[in-house]
Structures are given as C-alpha cells and as structure tokens.
C-alpha cells in the first residue's frame, strides 16, 4: 500500500516533522507542487487493487491536496475506472494512466495536469491527456489527444503557461502499425486556456522506443520557446545525447544544437534555467567503469539565447553520484534538489541562485549530532517566555525563529548560558529556533 506523506525541514536540512496523508487508496506520487501560502499539490495516481486477490487492475490520475499540519483538504480522480471495480477479477485492465506535471495559474485560480489517459478512448493505448481544474480539484474542462496521422500511443511530460495564458506542452508520439511501434517522435502542442487544441507539431524521429523525450520547456522571448531533451539515437549520433531545440509560436523549429558529454553518454535533461545571458541547463550523464554503466552525475552548461555556449561545468565523480527527483525555488534564491545517490540513500542537496553544487558551505559542513554543542531550550509549547540554554560553558551568543517559510519572525543577542526570550507576541503555530548559526529545533508556539 502505497501512502503519500509530507516532510518539514529546517534551513540546514534537519528533519523537524513528519506525517503520512490519509488518502483513499494506495498512491504512487509523481510530484509535488505548492497552490499557495498554505495549500500544496501531490499529484500521481491510485493504484487500485482487487479486494480479495490483491492483483493490480487499474490505475488512476489524482491530485491529494493538503495543509502544512499534513491535513488532506481534498482529494480527487480524474480517469474511470476498469469496467466492474472493485469485484472483478481480471488480472489487469489496460486503463493505467497518471500525472506527470501540474501548471500552477495564480492568476485565474487554475490547475492544469498533464499526463497520460487510456480510458477515454476506444483502443485504450496512451494518449496524451490535460485536466483542468478549479483551485478546489472541481474539473473545468479535459483534453485528450485524438489519433492524428496515425500515432497510437503518446504521453505529455511537461509545460509551460506562456505570456497569452495558453498551454505550451510537450512530449512524445509513436506511430504503431500493428502491435509494432514503427517510429517515436518528439512532441511539440498550443492549448488555448479553454481546452482547444490549436496546432501541434512533430519532431525527430527514430525506429522503435529510441526516439527523442522531450524534457522541459521556457519562453525565451514572446514569440519563442527552448526545449530541452534528450535523443538516445539520431542521424548523427549512436549514443544519448541531449538537444536543445528552439521553436516559434507555430511550433517551428528555428535552431537546434546537440549536448555532448566526451566518452560519457547524456542521460537526462532535468531543467532549463531563465538567464539575463541566456539559460542554463542542469542534465546528467552516465559514470562508466570499464565500459559498463554504473550511475549517473550532473553538469550544467550555460548558453546565449542564440543557443551559444558559455560554460560547461560538471560536478563530482563517481563516490558523488546524484539522480534527481524534485527540484524547487528557495526563498533566498537557490535551489533545492531531491533524488538518491548511487547507494539508493535518499538525499536532499541544496545549491545557490548560480546553481554551484552543493554549496561550499552546504548541508555536508553540517556537524554529527554527537559533535554538536547541547542546547536545551523550555517548555515546548511555550506560549510567553521561552528558555534558552547552554549544557557547556559555551554562551548563547544568538538565537532566531523562523516560521515554515523560511522568514525571521524574531531574533534575539545574549552573552551568556541562559537566555530568556519572550515571544508572547508571536501568534500560534510551527517555528525552527536555530541557536548559535548551528543547532535547529521544532518550537510550538501556543
């Protein structure tokens, strides 16, 4: 059984909460997003199991919205389900499909989630497939993909809201005759805000699945996108490499230029940066041993809009590996990555706006718990004066309070081993207290 969960952290990437999310049926997630200050977005599928054999028949598109305290403000479906769930006994229907991203509209109060659906049409094979919803998960319209020019099957894998409001996504299509898929192609499409399609466009094109993924896209100007992707064999190339392809409003391409790693092949593409220069790409490429394949690690090239580059940097070796997962914004302008290393060990890494991985001053300089100086701070909750101490004779030189969002709410100077704070004033709920620029703590503050 498969169950979504919230984590909260400090600024040095101290664990402070945990909680599992009451949700309706086993989860597979595939992101998270924020909506606003204190609603965030899992978006994935349900996993849906027969109740007697436990066998797997269908899998369906679902958002689980949640507060910060880990509350389920709703839930909610967006695929039908295999004819005569939950008391059939098929071994498996053919309806699985899921989210793969969701675009956030703050302005007109919108969700839209890209993916995959093969329960809306008669040959159930994937279909590219976009919902759009109200910020309480209520459906305004949904959109799947029709057969065009003979391709069977499809997905959508990312997007941008342009300037005009309206969708820019992309993807992938296959042309399948018969059971045999005969090429894979990339995928460019415009959706209005109103859920119509006003053109699409294919590019590449390779026998079978070796064809191209698209990966992300920017506006670079207002009339002009960058696609990021990766190309696991083309007219040039017998290895992976990524590309990056420059495209009008009409979907037409402009330029095009390949990303190469030497002797290693590129794996993925994982995000374009905005740049006064130009962009940034952060991708990864293969760590070899012997010619065999052993994990992957990341680099990032900067470009001229005019796809010229700038730099290309990449980061570790082997014993420093890196697969991600998740990617956002901090508040003092850096990032936060997700993912695991060559170990499957879960890591969360954090870098500066200029995307120097990690900080030279990151989360590895961060002191064991056995060589950290031993601060008590009571009682918690507090509701007025807070305590502060030192279990050594070093003082308590400074303490600060932050909220959930990273924010100062109050900071405090003392010189000496017991500090007495009062934050009578501080209205009710979680904080980090951080002591000294090094110990991190959960306050509740009643």
Not at 45 to 65: A, E, K, Q, R
Not at 73 to 100: C, I, V
Not at 229 to 240: H, L, P, R
Not at 379 to 406: C, Q, R, T, W
Request: aromatic share 14%.
């Amino acid at each position: 059984y498969g169950l979504g969960g919230r984590v909260i952290w400090d600024s040095a990437g101290n664990v402070l909460d945990a909680k599992y999310l009451d949700v309706d049926e086993s989860f597979y997630q595939n992101g998270l997003t924020r909506i606003d200050s204190n609603r965030f977005l899992l978006y994935g599928s349900f996993d849906l199991y027969h109740d007697s054999t436990g066998i797997l028949i269908d899998n369906t598109p679902v958002f689980v919205c949640f507060n910060q305290a880990g509350d389920v403000l709703w839930q909610n479906r967006y695929g039908e389900y295999a004819p005569g769930f939950p008391d059939n006994e098929e071994p498996y229907y053919n309806y699985a499909e899921g989210f793969s991203d969701v675009l956030i509209d703050s302005v007109n109060e919108r969700l839209y989630a890209i993916g995959v659906s093969n329960s809306f049409n008669a040959e159930h094979v994937y279909k590219p497939y976009v919902v759009c919803t109200d910020y309480y998960g209520d459906t305004i319209w949904t959109w799947a993909m029709q057969n065009n020019e003979g391709q069977g099957t499809g997905e959508l894998l990312g997007g941008i809201i342009n300037n005009d409001g309206d969708l820019i996504l992309i993807g992938q299509l296959s042309d399948i005759n018969g059971t045999r898929v005969t090429y894979t192609r990339g995928l460019i499409l415009k959706i209005s805000s109103d859920g119509i399609m006003q053109w699409y466009r294919l590019w590449g094109e390779y026998e079978y699945f070796l064809g191209p993924i698209s990966c992300d896209i920017i506006q670079t100007n207002t009339d002009k996108y960058l696609i990021g992707a990766i190309y696991f064999q083309c007219d040039t190339c017998i290895d992976n490499v990524g590309v990056l392809l420059e495209v009008d409003d009409t979907g037409t391409i402009l330029n095009q230029k390949y990303i190469t790693r030497g002797e290693y092949e590129v794996q993925r593409i994982y995000k374009l940066f905005k740049r006064n220069y130009g962009f940034d790409v952060l991708g990864s490429f293969s760590i070899t041993d012997n010619g065999s394949f052993v994990f992957e690690n990341l680099f990032v090239n900067k470009y001229t809009n005019n796809l010229n580059i700038i730099s290309e940097t990449n980061y570790g070796n082997a014993g420093d590996a890196f697969r991600i997962r998740g990617i956002s914004q901090t508040y003092d302008g850096g990032y936060l990555f997700t993912g695991y290393d060559g170990g499957q060990n879960n890591i969360v890494m954090k870098c500066d706006s200029l995307l120097n991985l990690p900080l030279s001053e990151g989360w590895n300089a961060i002191e064991t718990p056995d060589n950290k100086p031993k601060i008590l701070y009571y009682p918690n909750p507090v509701k007025n004066i807070l305590h502060v101490k030192a279990s050594s004779n070093n003082p308590i030189k400074e303490v600060k309070i932050y909220d959930m969002f990273g924010r100062i709410v109050m900071e405090q100077y003392c010189d000496n081993a017991d500090c007495q704070i009062n934050v009578g004033h501080i209205k009710s709920g979680l904080y980090v207290l951080r002591v000294n620029k090094l110990y991190s703590g959960k306050l509740i503050i009643k």
